[in-house]
């Protein structure tokens, strides 16, 4: 944001009525995620790093959920209700009592396209501070059918015409409406009311602000986006086309801080994914909401981690699972087939294969071996396991929580541990060996004979 915008007040108008019938869902359609963020929260985030300094979510009068999640996203959201649904201008006059607050700008924008950038609702604002009343957000259009189309004039926006109204020249047009629109926020209430409802669908468009604007005299101007940035989200197959879309941009961002991705298209984040430089991520790797990678560290193919923190120069996988609370020191290793969860594995600390560890600390450079499981739920409640810096836990170990394992302690392959290690012990648990000769050659001569005489014609 440039300094002169830094100095005007901004109110944003997020539109969140649609019916979203077409998703085929129980879930308002602005409620679906994209990067692990609602759709609603990626349009929110980006309105608020625009400098927007209040947002009121515009929903209908069936969907109090929508509200109820704009306000745990920020707090500091308003809600108004469209009770009837007569159009985007109709829609933005809920937000009435905001408007009459004299804000400088006004931005108009949609929680169904969740993917415009905070650069361009600050460009929006750059050229309400540059002198326009209206400023509209156009795309050049591959497919141009059935869009609003952007009618210049000596570089201003002269009209925005709808498809179904537009002469065969303006349909040749190939710059078309997003939809987006910004407003002095000194006359956008003026220019709101002002809009009739003369069109076929007795609907309130906000696109006849351009005409309402040009009628007074006022600057009107028209900035562009990439098609890209601006598609909405409308059924399954469009929410599919903004994740890839989102998951793209989230790569190369990933990438220009310095991390390498062997596979990028293979990889998926999540939008608060944090990796840090010199990380190698290989193919096939899922980031959930909450993950942050640390300098160095590699994550190797086919691995999911959600809600977890990977220390410098850390390794995960492959195949490995790192669930809420997981927690990776320096240099600590998670190798193959192994899930985390809640647990703090120290720094050097192995934990190298077909292994569960939840609800448990880990110390530094302990040993965990293939198989091991902490046994932390009873059913009704969790329980923790403390492992001590340096112990070593041998292959197809139970540790059964609450427990403690000391400080360089050992505890003995295939043992069930329920009482704590002291440090420096060796812990076996496991029934002693006895060894029987010629039990196994005995036991198969008689199996052999059984088996002939079920066979034979005297028996059946």
Not at 115 to 126: D, G, I, K, N, Q
């Amino acid at each position: 944001m440039t300094k002169m915008q830094s100095s005007r007040s901004c109110l944003a108008i997020l539109l969140a009525a649609g019916e979203g019938t077409r998703m085929k869902s129980a879930r308002p359609k602005v409620l679906h995620e994209l990067g692990g963020r609602s759709l609603l929260g990626h349009a929110l985030a980006a309105l608020s790093e625009a400098g927007a300094d209040t947002v009121v979510v515009v929903t209908g009068p069936d969907r109090p959920e929508v509200a109820l999640e704009a306000r745990a996203i920020l707090p500091a959201a308003l809600s108004a209700i469209q009770s009837e649904r007569r159009g985007t201008a109709h829609a933005a006059l809920a937000a009435r009592d905001a408007l009459t607050a004299g804000y400088d700008d006004v931005i108009v924008a949609f929680a169904d396209t969740p993917l415009v950038r905070p650069e361009t609702f600050s460009a929006l604002r750059a050229a309400l501070a540059g002198g326009a009343a209206v400023v509209a957000l156009g795309f050049e259009a591959r497919d141009p059918a059935g869009y609003g189309r952007f009618v210049m004039r000596d570089e201003a926006l002269e009209a925005i015409v709808e498809h179904k109204d537009a002469t065969p020249e303006q349909r040749a047009i190939t710059l078309c409406n997003a939809g987006l629109m910004a407003l002095d926020g000194h006359q956008a209430l003026s220019l709101l009311e002002a809009i009739g409802n003369a069109n076929a669908q007795s609907e309130f468009y906000l696109t006849d602000a351009v005409a309402v604007a040009r009628s007074r005299g006022l600057t009107t101007a028209a900035l562009t986006a990439p098609e890209s940035e601006v598609q909405g989200v409308n059924d399954r197959a469009q929410l599919a086309v903004a994740e890839a879309e989102f998951q793209c941009r989230k790569r190369l961002a990933i990438m220009a801080g310095g991390a390498t991705l062997t596979a990028p298209d293979t990889v998926f984040f999540s939008h608060d994914t944090r990796i840090g430089r010199d990380v190698l991520i290989e193919p096939h790797v899922v980031f959930g909401p909450g993950v942050s990678v640390a300098d160095g560290a590699v994550i190797h193919a086919f691995s999911h981690l959600e809600g977890a923190e990977v220390g410098p120069g850390a390794t995960v996988g492959p195949y490995g699972r790192l669930r809420p609370g997981a927690k990776l020191a320096e240099k600590a290793k998670v190798g193959n087939f192994v899930e985390i969860k809640a647990a703090e594995i120290g720094a050097g600390a192995k934990v190298s294969h077909l292994t569960y560890i939840g609800d448990a600390t880990v110390g530094a450079e302990a040993n965990i071996g293939a198989g091991t499981i902490t046994c932390n739920y009873d059913g009704f409640f969790k329980y923790r396991t403390t492992i001590g810096a340096g112990a070593f836990v041998g292959s197809n170990s139970s540790l059964v929580a609450p427990v403690t394992i000391g400080a360089g302690a050992f505890v003995g392959s295939g043992s069930v541990v329920t009482e704590d290690v002291a440090p420096d012990a060796l812990a076996v648990a496991r029934g002693r060996q006895v060894a029987k000769e010629g039990w196994a050659q005995t036991f198969r001569e008689a199996s052999m004979a059984r088996k002939a005489a079920a066979k034979s014609p005297e028996t059946r």
